[in-house]
């Protein structure tokens, strides 16, 4: 994911052309090693020596311009922002001022740019800009820091009593890649529904094992989590795999859409470029149902992508994995897979769909 572009222009224009329903997020978790890559392979230019002393990546000159990943808690994580109720943030008259506070950091700020931002119970993420050639750009997001901190504890100490409101210092990830931003983007997004789906329906995130069903192999350990009864074998399934040979895949998301209006619940493991294309597709459309088969076991702690979260609330998305010790993911493990879903769907009413 090497781009020969200047970093101050992506990093600053690419969240006004996101999307708004977030089809294409992929964990931050993820993106930290694409972040590393980058660092590793130094094509951020040297800090100078006047600058060494600031605390974040070594490896980058600030100056340059910058997006940041902002989170901050609570001390010591205490719920008094507000609630969610149905994946939407309800503000305690506290949370009020304390919203108001951060989408009002550019106007006392200048020379910050806010972009998406979030306040849940006890804590808030946001992402800010800070643009090229801006004189000491740590300390002015420092300061900027220190006076939100100051006057939201401010407020709460004369509403709640509350000696301290915010845990010491925040945490900021420096965001050098436009997937990096994405994901940022989409996580904040979806933070009230993660939430929502964490601490009110925490049975949505039940791992069932091992998981017996009709179209499953019983000679193998099998888990899943989801409406595990779209694997059903009265239920149309359609096995879909799409070469990588495919660069226009009009007509990949054509087929698969007319499937979806037959009935049919659309099963792959979605990990070439085409297969992907058609789960993001799959996501948006609330009629779509879609059975993902994991490549590798599914640990003990296992949480679905954030991009899942939509269907797997709205009972459209099982997630299905066989084994339960991790193996290497090779060019057998996935010509295995492609057997799975096609004996899967041949197990009940189904089709296999291959397109090439």
């Known amino acids: ?51 060494r ?30 609630a969610v109720h149905q ?75 509350m000696p301290r409101l915010w845990q010491q210092g925040y945490h900021d990830w420096l965001c050098l890649s436009r997937p ?16 929502e789906l964490f601490h009110n329906q925490p049975g949505m995130f039940h791992i069932v094992e091992p998981l017996i069903a009709a179209r499953l192999d019983p000679s193998d350990y099998w888990k899943g989590i989801g409406n595990i009864s779209l694997l059903s074998p009265d239920m149309p399934i359609a096995s879909l795999r799409v070469s990588r040979s495919i660069k226009d895949f009009r007509g990949v998301l054509l087929q698969v859409s007319k499937l979806v209006a037959d009935g049919y619940a659309i099963l792959s493991g979605f990990i070439s470029p085409g297969e992907i294309a058609v789960r993001d597709m799959l996501i948006g459309d609330p009629r779509a149902r879609i059975i993902h088969i994991l490549p590798n076991s599914m640990p003990y702690s296992y949480k679905p992508d954030s991009r899942y979260l939509l269907p797997l609330q709205e009972g459209r998305f099982p997630e299905i994995a066989r084994g339960n010790a991790p193996e290497e993911f090779n060019r057998q493990t996935c010509l295995d897979l492609n057997q799975e879903i096609i004996e899967i769907a041949h197990a009940g009413l189904g089709v296999e769909v291959f397109l090439a």
């Open 1 to 51: 994911m090497k781009e020969n572009i200047p970093i101050n222009y992506p990093l600053c224009k690419i969240s006004s052309s996101l999307p708004k329903h977030p089809l294409l997020a992929i964990e931050i978790e993820e993106d930290i090693l694409i972040l590393e890559e980058i660092l590793n392979q130094k094509e951020v230019q040297p800090m100078e020596q006047e600058i």
């Open 53 to 82: 002393t600031y605390r974040r990546f070594r490896g980058y000159d600030y100056r340059q311009g910058a997006s940041l990943f902002i989170s901050l808690s609570t001390e010591p994580r205490v719920n008094c922002f507000g």
């Open 87 to 161: 994946a939407k943030m309800q503000f305690s008259p506290l949370g009020e001022e304390v919203f108001q506070a951060i989408e009002s950091i550019p106007r006392f700020n200048p020379g910050i740019w806010l972009f998406g931002h979030v306040l849940m119970p006890d804590h808030a993420h946001f992402r800010v800009y800070l643009p090229p050639n801006l004189p000491e750009p740590l300390k002015v997001l420092g300061n900027a820091m220190r006076k939100f901190k100051t006057y939201t504890s401010t407020v709460a100490r004369k509403q709640l009593g």
């Open 180 to 195: 990096f931003i994405e994901s940022v983007e989409r996580y904040i997004a979806y933070n009230p529904l993660k939430y």
